[in-house]
Nanobody, 124 residues
Framework: QVPLVESGGGLVQAGGSLRLSCAASGRTFRLYAMGWFRQAAGKEREFVAAINWNGGTTYYADDVKGRFTISRDNAKNTMYLQMNSLKPEDTAVYYC?????????????????WGLGTQVTVSS
């Protein structure tokens, strides 16, 4: 098991910024690809961003490209999602996920561990 704990969510006005963090336990964090997903009320969970084991490769959903940045600090066992120019449609519960592979992917199924999520609400 790799416990994952998200933090940094909250209420922000449209156009504002938030930085989400995902803290992982264990000594193998650096070997895992990581991802961020989100689920809005009444909708299915969807991909947001992913990063490979060393941060050298990243992927983004089309609707967050240019606004969100995923990063990781393996020394701190932490992944981040910097969210700028937030829109009301970004409102969702944001989940971090870890995959027992060095390669990131953009679909949910290959991820092995999930956090409980953090709420992000963007007001118009």
């Amino acid at each position: 098991q790799v416990p994952l704990v998200e933090s940094g969510g909250g209420l922000v006005q449209a156009g504002g910024s938030l930085r989400l963090s995902c803290a992982a336990s264990g000594r193998t964090f650096r070997l895992y690809a990581m991802g961020w997903f989100r689920q809005a009320a009444g909708k299915e969970r969807e991909f947001v961003a992913a990063i490979n084991w060393n941060g050298g490769t990243t992927y983004y959903a089309d609707d967050v490209k240019g606004r969100f940045t995923i990063s990781r600090d393996n020394a701190k066992n932490t992944m981040y999602l910097q969210m700028n120019s937030l829109k009301p449609e970004d409102t969702a519960v944001y989940y971090c996920a870890a995959r027992r592979s060095t390669q990131a992917v953009t679909v949910m199924a290959p991820y092995d561990y999930w956090g409980l999520g953090t709420q992000v609400t963007v007001s118009s």
